[in-house]
């Protein structure tokens, strides 16, 4: 694209004005699609972000008259919203009266949470806005008088029902990771118009291998935070006798700086590094034993999980929100339960000495799938403005299920627009069912959702801890988890169940399971019924067996 691209990006602020997640990623897309890219920040200082026009907000400028002003300038046909700073929900209006089609990201919980991370000031996870949003008001006021409470919520921007609106008129919702999906849609988010793209891109070369030992060290990147885990970690490292240095990025005042260093025990160093810019971040992860995320609220995802594991540093977090998606336990990470000081002492123990272990962290294998996701979600959001610029139906949907509904289509002998009114049913509503077509769609469907993943993640982890090099997935339906598992290394290979499942498999590139394939390991769905002893006696081979449940899976 040139400066005359159709699209145009907006973004709170973009690197160098500010250096947090949301930024980077917004100067990061704007580079990857050679995009306009509107930054809201009131530094009125412009901005350099390689590849793209950047439209900076002028000196004594608003928000709004910078948000016309680029409309004006750039005249676009489609506009990303990353982020929208002091800019109220009900500005994206203006491009619903322009007639131009907008995606909204929706990369935290900022449209229904000001803080946004649903975390009361309680110190606990927060169930979501009262009405009007002085539930909201009143947990930010920390406590000052109740007459405080109204300014509040103006000072904040904070209107739920003007976000519904907004929501409302966007073609596509795009969020960070399957947990925030599933939150969107409990909070009556329309699941057809979802999409997951991590908020990261691709890099351009894999960083070069070290010969040198790594530290004894974690980076840590929370401050002095409840919600962010910063007492949990203490905790950990209070049981943790042999010494871990830690190194604190990120702003932290001088008395955050003493409360943290209070809070850890004096035998574990702690080194206060501030701000970074993301090459000084590399090299600081690139010497270290391990990044810990050791949050306590429902994290969205955790651009610092992949940074690590790009630098081939174990990432350490709780396994909560978006991370156990991402993160299977001994493979491209170590997860901790929540509100476990000693499960997330054991995991940095395992982190830090994982070369220890025979079959620990394989850092080829948890970087080769971070540039996979990068790159997969870029693809999508290419993909998306394609269909978007050419005005074409249902563009989410086939963004976020484009293979799988071309396969059921396909396999059942649909047309698109009937395969895609299966798939919004499912979406929308998935039971019991025997129907072919019904059952596809609605197995298409829960393979898009957080639980379906974790499960699949944690049976990932029995295998690698196993050693297990092959598995028969039963009731393999439309082959989500072969498909997964020989993402990871695997032969999968999918148990034909309802033939026309089968077929969609296949379509999908699942392999199905023919003569003379001896699998080491057994995984059943919950829909598998079958006799186990008579599965053992044809394949003496299989060691283990994982079976999914509702509540996760269980090794029988």
Same mark, same amino acid.
């Given at each position: 694209? &040139?400066?005359?691209?159709?699209?145009?990006?907006? #973004?709170?602020?973009?690197?160098?004005?500010?250096?947090?997640?949301?930024?980077?990623?917004? +100067?990061?897309?704007?580079?990857?699609?050679?995009?306009?890219?509107?930054?809201?920040?009131?530094?009125?200082?412009?901005? &350099?972000?390689?590849?793209?026009?950047?439209?900076?907000?002028?000196?004594?400028?608003?928000?709004? /008259?910078?948000?016309?002003?680029?409309?004006?300038?750039?005249?676009?046909?489609?506009?990303?919203?990353?982020?929208?700073?002091?800019?109220?929900?009900?500005?994206?209006?203006?491009?619903?009266?322009?007639? !131009?089609?907008?995606?909204?990201?929706?990369?935290?919980?900022?449209?229904?949470?000001?803080?946004?991370?649903?975390?009361?000031?309680?110190? /606990?996870?927060?169930?979501?806005?009262?009405?009007?949003?002085?539930?909201?008001?009143?947990?930010?006021?920390?406590?000052? $008088?109740?007459?405080?409470?109204?300014?509040?919520?103006?000072?904040?921007?904070?209107?739920?029902?003007?976000?519904?609106?907004?929501?409302?008129?966007?073609?596509?919702?795009?969020?960070?990771?399957?947990?925030?999906?599933? #939150?969107?849609?409990?909070?009556?988010?329309?699941?057809?118009?979802?999409?997951?793209?991590?908020?990261?891109?691709?890099?351009?070369?894999?960083?070069?291998? &070290?010969?040198?030992?790594?530290?004894?060290?974690?980076?840590?990147?929370?401050?002095?935070?409840?919600? @962010?885990?910063?007492?949990?970690? #203490?905790?950990?490292?209070?049981?943790?006798?042999?010494?871990?240095?830690?190194?604190?990025?990120?702003?932290?005042?001088?008395?955050?700086?003493?409360?943290?260093?209070?809070?850890?025990?004096?035998?574990?160093? !702690?080194?206060?590094?501030?701000?970074?810019?993301?090459?000084? =971040?590399?090299?600081? =992860?690139?010497?270290?034993?391990? #990044?810990?995320?050791?949050?306590?609220?429902?994290?969205?995802?955790?651009?610092?999980?992949?940074?690590?594991?790009?630098?081939?540093?174990?990432?350490?977090?709780? *396994?909560?929100?978006?991370?156990?998606?991402? !993160?299977?336990?001994?493979?491209?990470?170590?997860?901790?339960?929540?509100?476990?000081?000693?499960?997330?002492?054991?995991?940095?123990?395992?982190?830090?000495?994982?070369?220890?272990?025979?079959?620990?962290?394989?850092?080829?294998?948890?970087?080769?799938?971070? /540039?996979?996701?990068?790159?997969?979600?870029?693809?999508?959001?290419?993909?998306? $403005?394609?269909?978007? =610029?050419?005005?074409?139906?249902?563009?989410?949907?086939?963004?976020?299920?484009?293979?799988?509904?071309?396969?059921?289509?396909?396999?059942?002998?649909?047309?698109?627009?009937?395969?895609?009114?299966?798939?919004?049913?499912?979406?929308?509503?998935?039971?019991?069912?025997?129907?072919?077509?019904?059952?596809?769609?609605?197995?298409?469907?829960?393979? *898009?959702?957080?639980?379906?993943?974790?499960?699949?993640?944690?049976?990932? @982890?029995?295998?690698?801890?196993?050693?297990?090099? &092959?598995?028969?997935?039963?009731?393999?339906?439309?082959?989500?988890?072969?498909?997964?598992?020989?993402?990871?290394? =695997?032969?999968?290979?999918?148990?034909?169940?309802?033939?026309?499942?089968?077929?969609?498999?296949?379509?999908?590139?699942?392999?199905? @399971? +023919?003569? +003379?394939?001896?699998?080491?390991?057994?995984?059943?769905?919950?829909?598998?019924?079958?006799?186990?002893?008579?599965?053992?006696?044809?394949?003496?081979?299989?060691?283990?067996? !994982?079976?999914?449940?509702?509540?996760?899976?269980?090794?029988?």
């Amino acid at each position: 694209m &040139s400066e005359a691209s159709p699209l145009l990006l907006v #973004a709170a602020a973009a690197p160098p004005q500010a250096g947090d997640d949301a930024a980077l990623y917004a +100067g990061d897309l704007a580079t990857a699609l050679a995009a306009n890219l509107l930054t809201l920040s009131p530094s009125g200082v412009p901005p &350099s972000v390689r590849g793209a026009r950047v439209v900076a907000r002028r000196p004594g400028e608003s928000a709004r /008259q910078a948000w016309f002003r680029a409309l004006d300038e750039v005249q676009p046909r489609l506009v990303f919203v990353l982020g929208m700073g002091e800019l109220p929900p009900d500005a994206l209006l203006e491009l619903r009266e322009r007639e !131009i089609r907008y995606a909204l990201f929706m990369l935290d919980y900022q449209q229904i949470c000001p803080t946004r991370r649903l975390w009361h000031r309680s110190q /606990q996870v927060c169930g979501g806005p009262g009405p009007g949003g002085v539930k909201c008001g009143w947990c930010v006021s920390a406590g000052r $008088s109740l007459f405080e409470v109204p300014a509040h919520i103006f000072a904040l921007r904070h209107y739920p029902h003007y976000w519904e609106t907004a929501m409302a008129g966007a073609e596509a919702l795009v969020v960070a990771s399957r947990s925030l999906r599933d #939150a969107w849609i409990a909070h009556q988010a329309p699941p057809e118009r979802l999409i997951v793209v991590p908020p990261i891109v691709p890099r351009a070369e894999p960083p070069p291998p &070290s010969a040198a030992p790594r530290s004894r060290s974690l980076v840590y990147a929370g401050g002095w935070d409840e919600a @962010a885990g910063a007492k949990l970690l #203490a905790e950990a490292l209070d049981a943790i006798g042999e010494p871990v240095t830690i190194h604190a990025v990120g702003a932290l005042e001088s008395a955050a700086q003493a409360e943290l260093r209070a809070a850890i025990p004096e035998r574990h160093p !702690i080194q206060f590094a501030g701000e970074l810019d993301p090459p000084a =971040l590399d090299r600081l =992860l690139a010497a270290a034993g391990g #990044a810990v995320m050791p949050v306590r609220w429902q994290q969205t995802y955790g651009r610092m999980l992949d940074l690590a594991a790009w630098q081939g540093a174990p990432p350490i977090a709780t *396994a909560i929100g978006g991370i156990p998606e991402r !993160i299977i336990h001994g493979l491209n990470g170590y997860l901790s339960e929540p509100e476990d000081a000693g499960s997330l002492a054991e995991a940095i123990e395992n982190a830090l000495g994982n070369s220890r272990h025979e079959r620990g962290w394989d850092a080829a294998a948890a970087r080769r799938q971070v /540039q996979t996701h990068a790159a997969a979600g870029l693809a999508k959001l290419r993909r998306l $403005s394609e269909l978007l =610029l050419a005005d074409e139906p249902h563009a989410a949907a086939r963004v976020e299920f484009d293979q799988p509904l071309a396969a059921a289509a396909e396999a059942l002998n649909l047309e698109a627009e009937a395969a895609y009114g299966h798939l919004r049913s499912s979406l929308e509503s998935r039971a019991e069912t025997e129907d072919p077509v019904e059952l596809a769609f609605d197995q298409i469907a829960a393979a *898009a959702t957080r639980g379906r993943r974790v499960h699949l993640n944690h049976a990932l @982890a029995c295998y690698h801890a196993a050693g297990t090099r &092959s598995v028969l997935c039963l009731a393999g339906g439309t082959g989500d988890a072969a498909l997964w598992f020989s993402a990871w290394g =695997l032969d999968a290979r999918n148990h034909e169940s309802v033939a026309e499942l089968a077929a969609i498999a296949q379509r999908l590139g699942a392999r199905p @399971a +023919g003569g +003379g394939f001896e699998p080491e390991a057994f995984f059943l769905d919950r829909r598998a019924s079958t006799d186990l002893g008579e599965l053992r006696r044809r394949f003496p081979g299989a060691a283990a067996v !994982i079976a999914e449940t509702p509540d996760g899976i269980q090794v029988l």
